[in-house]
C-alpha cells in the first residue's frame, strides 16, 4: 500500500502553555514511527502571548529545527476583525501559512496531505500516524472524512486528583464509545482530516468556541452530507485537568466542560444550513437533527433527573400519590436499576485501569486501590461536571450571554 | 435501532412494574393482576411480621417500617409478634395499586417499672426504707434497676433523690393551671436538669383535660375519650380516611365504628360533583376504645401521638388511635394505680405512697 507519497502537517496551537508541556508533545512527535521527512510541524503561537510566546517558539525551534521535515512557526496576529481569539483563529491562521510557505512553493497536492491539529498537550503514541495513513488509504471517500482518535487523558493520570481522573476518564469512555458508531461522531480536540477538504471550507472558523467539532459540520454540509468521521481506534494521550490547588482543579473542570458543552451553538448551525440545504438528504437531516437535540438534551437532564427520580416525588407528591404503590415502588425500581448501570462503573474502572500508564516510583501501590474506587465519584461529576455546565451554556446561548474561548491552564504538577 | 425498540418496550412494562401490576408465571390462570401493597411500621422492636399467618421475609436494615408488596387485594390480616412483648394484631383492606398503612406497637407483656425512691446511695441505688429484705416491693411487676432495701429509717448516709422530689411535686393534688408560673418554670427546669429524653413532641395543655400536638386535639366528651384532627386534609394521618371507593362497604372494610364517622361525615357534607372526583373521605374525630372502663386520665403516649396512654380505673393501657377493624389495646400497668402523670416522654405513676415510671420497653440484655 503506497503511502509515501502523503505528507502530514501537524498544527499545534499554543498560547501561554508552559515549556514542559509543548515540549513534551514535541518531543513524541519526534519519536512517532514514522519518516519524519513527511511531517511538516506548525507550532503555532498567539501574537497577544507577548514575548512568553517568542521566546518559546525560539527554544523549540532551536530544538527541533532538524529534526522534522519541515518546523514552521506562525504568529497568529491579535485583533483581527471578526474573529474570536483562539485555537479556531490560531489554527485557520496557520494553516493558510502553511499552504503559501510550503505547501505551494514545495508543490505539495492538498490532496496527499494530511493536517492533524492537536492540543498542545497532546503526546502522540509512536504508531499514530501508520494507523492515520492506514485509515486513510482505505477510506471509501478519504477527502471527504475526518479522522478521530480516543483521547486519554494519561499525561498527568499518576498526579492529577481523582476528580480530575474520574472525569477525564468518563470523556475518554464517552469517545471510546462514539468510535463503535462513528454515524453519530462529530470530531472532538485532536483530530486529523485531509488539507484538500479543509481548504475548500476556509479552515476552521476563527469566530467561536468550539471550532472541533463546528469544522466537521462545516465539512458536512459543504458536501451535502456526503462526509464521514472514521474512527482511528487509537489513542492520543492529553493532560487531565488539574491545577495545583483542589478548588482550582474544580473551577477549571467546570468551565471547561462548560466550553466543552457550549457545542450546542453547532445545533442552531445545523438546523438553519438543514433548512436551507436541501441536498442533504431530507432522512438523514431529520435523524441528524433529532440525534443532536436528543444528545444536547439528555447531557443537562438526564443526570438530575436520575438523581431525584428516586426521591423526589416522595417529598413533592400530594398525600392521595404518597398512598399508591407507586410512591412506595418508585425508589426501589430507580434504586435496582442504578444497580444495574453500576455494572458499567465496575466495568469502567476494570477498563480505565487496564489505560492508565505504568505507576511511576513515587507512587505507591495503594493508588491503584483509589484508582478503582474513585469511580463512586461519577453520580457527583456527571451532575457537577456535565449536566451543571450543560445547562449553564444553553442557558447563556439562550440569552445571548455568548461565551468567549477559555484556555484551558496546562501545568505538569 | 435495537437499543430504542428495548427502551420503547421496557419503559411500559417498568412503569406498570412500579404501579404494581404482576403477572404471575406461574399461575396464568391469574393473568395480569393489578395488585397493592402494605406498609407497616413496626417501630423500635425487632418484631415479626406476618401477614395470613404466614411469616414476611424481613429485610429491613436501619429502618423501623417493612413494606410488603405483590399482595393480591382484598382483605389481609396482619399480626405482628416479638419474644415478651404484646402481639399486635390487624385486619385491613388491600386495593389495588394502593398501599395499606398500619402502624404497630408492642409492649411489654410483663410490666416493666422503674421505682423511685426518697432517698438513694451515693451510686444512685434507690433505697427502700424500713422494709425488710424478703419483702415483695412490686408484686405485678418486674424491674431492671438494682434497689436495696433496708429495714433502718436512717437517712444519714443516704442522698435525697432529687427525681423522686421533682415527680412527687408533678402528682400535686392542686392542678397544673392553678400553679403559679414560678412553679411551673421551676419544675419544668429541673425535669431537664434531671431527666433526658429525645422526645420532642411536648403536650399543650389548653385545659386540664385536654392534650394537643401539632393539630390533633385528644379530649373528653361524656365518658368518651376523642382524638380530634384541626388540620389541612393534606396532612390528615391515613387512619382518619376511607378510600372513597369503598365507603359503601365501610363497615364490612374497617367496622362499624369508622362506619358512623363516615355517615356522619356524609350527613355533615354531602358527596357532590365537586367532592365525588375526591379519592378518600376523611374523617375528623375518632373515639378511643376505653373498653367500658372509666378513664381517670389519659395523655398521648410519649415521642407519638398514633397512640393513647389512658388510665383507667382498672390500670394504665395505651391504645392506638387507628379504629380501622378494631383499636389494639395492650396494658401498661394492668393494676389500679392512683395517678398517671407524663413528663417529658416519661410516664409515672403513683400507687398509695409509691411512685415509679411505667417503662415502655424490654430493658436490653
Redesign the interface.
Known amino acids: 500500500m503506497k503511502y509515501q507519497h502523503l505528507h502530514h502537517v501537524i498544527i499545534l496551537p499554543f498560547y501561554n502553555e508552559p515549556e514542559s508541556v509543548i515540549d513534551a508533545t514535541l518531543t513524541s512527535l519526534a519519536n512517532v514511527k514514522y519518516d519524519p521527512s513527511k511531517l511538516i510541524v506548525v507550532l503555532a503561537s498567539e501574537e497577544r502571548a507577548g514575548s512568553a510566546g517568542s521566546d518559546m517558539v525560539i527554544k523549540m525551534t532551536e530544538k527541533y529545527q532538524s529534526v522534522f521535515g519541515v518546523f514552521l512557526t506562525t504568529v497568529h496576529p491579535g485583533g483581527v476583525p471578526g474573529e474570536m481569539a483562539g485555537k479556531g483563529s490560531n489554527a485557520a491562521w496557520a494553516a493558510e501559512e502553511v499552504r503559501t510557505k510550503v505547501l505551494d512553493p514545495q508543490g505539495i497536492l492538498y490532496s496527499e496531505t494530511l493536517v492533524s491539529i492537536f492540543d498542545i498537550d497532546t503526546v502522540l503514541y509512536p504508531d499514530y500516524f501508520n494507523c492515520l495513513v492506514w485509515h486513510f488509504i482505505g477510506a471509501k471517500r478519504p477527502l471527504k472524512s475526518s479522522f478521530q482518535p480516543v483521547p486519554i487523558f494519561n499525561n498527568n493520570m499518576w498526579e492529577a486528583p481523582a476528580l480530575a481522573r474520574v472525569v477525564a476518564m468518563s470523556s475518554t469512555f464517552w469517545e471510546m464509545i462514539q468510535q463503535e458508531r462513528p454515524e453519530r461522531m462529530a470530531t472532538f480536540s485532536s483530530h486529523s482530516v485531509s488539507f484538500q477538504a479543509l481548504y475548500e471550507v476556509g479552515y476552521w472558523q476563527r469566530n467561536m468556541v468550539s471550532e472541533d467539532s463546528r469544522i466537521y459540520w462545516n465539512l458536512m454540509i459543504a458536501n451535502d452530507g456526503e462526509y464521514d468521521v472514521i474512527p482511528l481506534s487509537y489513542p492520543v494521550s492529553m493532560d487531565a485537568n488539574a491545577a495545583s490547588t483542589l478548588w482550582r482543579t474544580i473551577v477549571q473542570i467546570y468551565k471547561q466542560h462548560r466550553r466543552w458543552t457550549y457545542g450546542v451553538e453547532n445545533f442552531c448551525y445545523i438546523l438553519y444550513h438543514f433548512r436551507i440545504n436541501k441536498k442533504i438528504p431530507r432522512g438523514v437531516r431529520i435523524k441528524i437533527a433529532l440525534q443532536q437535540a436528543e444528545g444536547y438534551w439528555s447531557l443537562v437532564t438526564n443526570p438530575i433527573m436520575l438523581f431525584i427520580l428516586g426521591w423526589a416525588p416522595i417529598f413533592l407528591g400530594s398525600q392521595e400519590f404518597h398512598q399508591t404503590v407507586l410512591s412506595y415502588n418508585l425508589p426501589i425500581v430507580v434504586r435496582d436499576l442504578l444497580i444495574l448501570a453500576m455494572f458499567g462503573l465496575v466495568v469502567s474502572s476494570i477498563i480505565s485501569l487496564s489505560l492508565i500508564p505504568p505507576r511511576p516510583a513515587h507512587a505507591s501501590r495503594l493508588r491503584y486501590v483509589v484508582m478503582a474506587l474513585q469511580w463512586f465519584l461519577v453520580p457527583a461529576t456527571m451532575i457537577f461536571f456535565s449536566a451543571i455546565p450543560g445547562l449553564d451554556s444553553q442557558t447563556r446561548l439562550m440569552f445571548g450571554r455568548y461565551m468567549g474561548f477559555w484556555v484551558t491552564p496546562k501545568a505538569r504538577i | 435501532m435495537s437499543m430504542v425498540l428495548f427502551f420503547i418496550c421496557a419503559v411500559p412494562l417498568?412503569m406498570f412494574?412500579?404501579?404494581?401490576y404482576r403477572y404471575d408465571v406461574f399461575n396464568r390462570d391469574l393473568g395480569i393482576t393489578a395488585?397493592?401493597?402494605m406498609?407497616v411500621n413496626v417501630g423500635a422492636t425487632d418484631g415479626e411480621v406476618y401477614l395470613n399467618e404466614s411469616p414476611v421475609e424481613d429485610s429491613r436494615v436501619f429502618r423501623n417500617a417493612i413494606?410488603i408488596?405483590n399482595l393480591i387485594p382484598g382483605m389481609q390480616r396482619l399480626h405482628v409478634q416479638a419474644l415478651g412483648l404484646h402481639t399486635w394484631v390487624k385486619e385491613l383492606p388491600v386495593y389495588a395499586?394502593?398501599?395499606t398503612?398500619a402502624s404497630a406497637f408492642l409492649l411489654p407483656v410483663w410490666p416493666q417499672i422503674r421505682p423511685l425512691t426518697e432517698f438513694q446511695t451515693a451510686t444512685g441505688t434507690m433505697v427502700f426504707l424500713n422494709t425488710a429484705s424478703t419483702s415483695i416491693l412490686f408484686n405485678n411487676a418486674s424491674s431492671s434497676v438494682s434497689l436495696l432495701s433496708t429495714t433502718s429509717r436512717a437517712t444519714t448516709t443516704l442522698v435525697r433523690n432529687t427525681e423522686y422530689t421533682f415527680v412527687k411535686s408533678l402528682f400535686a393534688t392542686t392542678s397544673v393551671a392553678s400553679s403559679t408560673l414560678l412553679t411551673r418554670v421551676v419544675g419544668e427546669v429541673t425535669g431537664a436538669l434531671a431527666l433526658s429524653s429525645s422526645n420532642k413532641a411536648t403536650t399543650t395543655e389548653s385545659a386540664t383535660t385536654t392534650k394537643v400536638i401539632d393539630n390533633l386535639k385528644l379530649y373528653k366528651q361524656g365518658d368518651e375519650v376523642v382524638i380530634e384532627y384541626m388540620g389541612p386534609?393534606?396532612?390528615?394521618p391515613?387512619y382518619f380516611c376511607v378510600p372513597m371507593g369503598a365507603l359503601a362497604s365501610t363497615s364490612e372494610l374497617y367496622g362499624p365504628q369508622v362506619m358512623r364517622g363516615v355517615a356522619s361525615v356524609l350527613a355533615a357534607t354531602p358527596i357532590t360533583t365537586d367532592t365525588s372526583s375526591a379519592?378518600?373521605l376523611c374523617r375528623s374525630t375518632i373515639t378511643i376504645d376505653r373498653q367500658n372502663q372509666t378513664v381517670v386520665s389519659f395523655d398521648f403516649f410519649p415521642g407519638t401521638t398514633d397512640l393513647v396512654v389512658l388510665h383507667r380505673t382498672d390500670g394504665v393501657f395505651v391504645t392506638e388511635v387507628d379504629d380501622r377493624s378494631w383499636q389494639n389495646t395492650q396494658a401498661l400497668y394492668p393494676w389500679s394505680i392512683d395517678e398517671m402523670v407524663e413528663n417529658s416522654g416519661r410516664l409515672y405513676a403513683k400507687s398509695s405512697s409509691t411512685i415509679f415510671e411505667l417503662l415502655t420497653e424490654l430493658p436490653l440484655p
Request: avoid cysteine; charge should be neutral.
Open positions: 417498568f412494574y412500579a404501579t404494581g395488585t397493592g401493597g406498609y413494606y408488596q395499586n394502593y398501599v398503612e386534609e393534606r396532612s390528615i391515613y379519592s378518600r
